[in-house]
């Protein structure tokens, strides 16, 4: 599994610094090679996933994105990821299941869309 997580990096890398070189040389002087980076990280990961949608759910104090074609895919991917994350750090998981707020971005604010009462929330600034 850490050939695979490696692979996923060097394949990043490998098409940034691609995609670097072949910029021209008023750009890279104009821009920090960590900021292009950011914003080549940005449009790389969209790029890969142009099939897909981007999803944020919080779960407690846990806040999950994944990518997924619609929302009830979105949310099979969410709870997986939750019950590894909790699994991770010894948390058991809730009796209950997952109770999964969809974060949805509106400018500066984040709106909280909490699914079992369908009622909007204003929530804290996004990150």
Request: aromatic share 12%.
């Amino acid at each position: 599994m850490l050939d695979r997580d490696q692979l996923k990096t060097v394949a990043f890398d490998v098409a940034f610094n691609d995609w670097w070189r072949s910029q021209p040389g008023s750009f890279r002087d104009s821009v920090t090679s960590s900021a292009a980076r950011v914003c080549f990280r940005a449009g790389y990961s969209a790029g890969k996933n142009a099939t897909e949608r981007r999803f944020v759910f919080r779960a407690g104090r846990m806040r999950i994105t994944v990518w997924a074609s619609g929302p009830t895919a979105a949310k099979a991917k969410a709870e997986i990821e939750a019950d590894f994350r909790a699994a991770k750090k010894g948390w058991p998981k809730p009796k209950a299941g997952w109770q999964l707020q969809e974060e949805v971005a509106t400018g500066r604010r984040t709106k909280t869309h909490v699914q079992s009462s369908n009622h909007w929330a204003n929530d804290q600034l996004s990150d």
